[in-house]
């Protein structure tokens, strides 16, 4: 057997050979890589080449090394879901770099980290003054997370003192101007109603590319001709506006009677309407 | 405009949000928010039932104005 050939049928088997052998560890290694992980890709990839191109002179020898370089991070792996002990070597512990606002110098020493190290992890996050961290910790992958200062986190609906609405999916009942029957069952809705939303806005459904209801029964529509406006659905603003509207109403109706039941009677439904708007607003609003 | 015909409007108006808030409570599939929604446009029925009583009374006191 001439030499290529046999480096041709030593790679393709081997190719094959690893790529299984690379499913046996598993998933996680490519969205979180350790140092460990790091380690063994780099193993298995040299060892892998290293047979490939005929400098180890014994096949079985090569393989040996290579199912043993793979199979035990597979096993580490399994045992570390099981136990917190090997979890911590083989993946190691996050690091606290910043608590309560401090740096911890004796931590970055450990972790091996310069100063534009931190900062520029933390630029990286978009914190650009350390000063605004509460508490900021190594992960085992390298990256850094940090906490903010309260002060200086994103303002929530919460943090702001507001009431959210709740919202649920928005299902996605037509794509590429094709009926998904399936979304449109589990918002209790057929065809038919699509068709008769359609009409309403005056589109034909094959000029749908993407369709969406969401939590209310609201459509929102993109067209393949882009030259053409959809109409966005307004009918929660408009209920709200009307609403308000009808509020306003009353309570000019029973300041303009002179009759003291029909008064108190507009003044009873104006606040009614109040509490009302006070209710609905998260939900029509926002 | 007379008063009667500026409630019938309001009565019309109510009518209207009423209609939405029922579909959007049977549209929905969050329970709590169909909840909250039926709950509401209850009490949007009972407004409407005191303005269609106080309207009757306007009517029978500017009859010239009767009728939608």
Same mark, same amino acid.
């Given at each position: %057997? ?5 480096? *041709? ?45 005929? *400098? ?42 910043i ?16 100063p534009e190290?931190l900062l520029s992890q933390l630029r990286k996050k978009n914190v650009f003054n350390f000063a605004d961290v509460?508490?900021a ?7 850094v997370?940090a906490?903010l200062k309260?002060?200086k986190q994103p303002?929530?609906?919460?943090? @702001?003192? *507001? ?23 589990? %918002? ?15 589109? @034909? ?32 603003? *408009? ?25 108190? %009677? ?21 | ?68």
């Amino acid at each position: %057997m001439p030499e290529w050939l046999s480096i *041709l049928l030593r790679s393709a088997g081997l190719f094959i050979l690893t790529l299984l052998l690379v499913r046996l560890i598993g998933k996680r290694q490519t969205s979180r890589l350790t140092f460990f992980d790091l380690v063994t890709g780099i193993a298995i990839g040299v060892i892998a080449a290293a047979i490939s191109l005929n *400098l180890v002179v014994i096949l079985a020898n090569g393989l040996i090394a290579l199912v043993v370089w793979t199979g035990f991070p597979a096993l580490i792996y399994l045992l570390s879901i099981k136990y917190k002990a090997v979890r911590d070597i083989v993946q190691g512990k996050e690091t606290v770099l910043i608590n309560h606002g401090k740096v911890l110098e004796d931590k970055l020493l450990e972790a091996r980290f310069t100063p534009e190290d931190l900062l520029s992890q933390l630029r990286k996050k978009n914190v650009f003054n350390f000063a605004d961290v509460e508490f900021a910790v190594l992960e085992p992958t390298g990256e850094v997370s940090a906490l903010l200062k309260k002060d200086k986190q994103p303002l929530t609906a919460k943090t @702001a003192g *507001l009431n959210a609405g709740q919202e649920s999916v928005p299902q996605t009942v037509m794509l590429d101007g094709i009926i998904m029957d399936e979304p449109l069952t589990a %918002m209790g809705l057929n065809r038919r109603w699509l068709h008769t939303e359609l009409e309403i806005v005056g589109v @034909a459904p094959e000029n749908v590319f993407i369709a969406q209801v969401d939590s209310v029964g609201q459509l929102y529509l993109d067209l393949f001709d882009d030259a053409i406006q959809v109409p966005k659905p307004k009918a929660k603003e *408009l209920a709200f506006a009307t609403l308000k509207k009808c509020q306003a109403d009353c309570e000019l109706y029973a300041l303009g009677t002179k009759q003291p039941e029909a008064k108190e %009677m507009y003044g009873k439904s104006s606040g009614i309407l109040s509490e009302v708007i006070e209710e609905l607003e998260p939900l029509l609003k926002r | 405009m007379t008063i009667s015909a500026q409630v019938k409007q309001t009565l019309a108006s109510l009518k209207g949000v009423q209609a939405t808030l029922e579909t959007f409570a049977s549209a929905g599939e969050n329970p709590e928010a169909k909840e909250m929604l039926s709950r509401n446009s209850q009490k949007i029925a009972i407004i409407i039932k005191d303005l269609e009583k106080r309207l009757g009374v306007l009517e029978f006191e500017e009859p010239q104005y009767k009728g939608f």
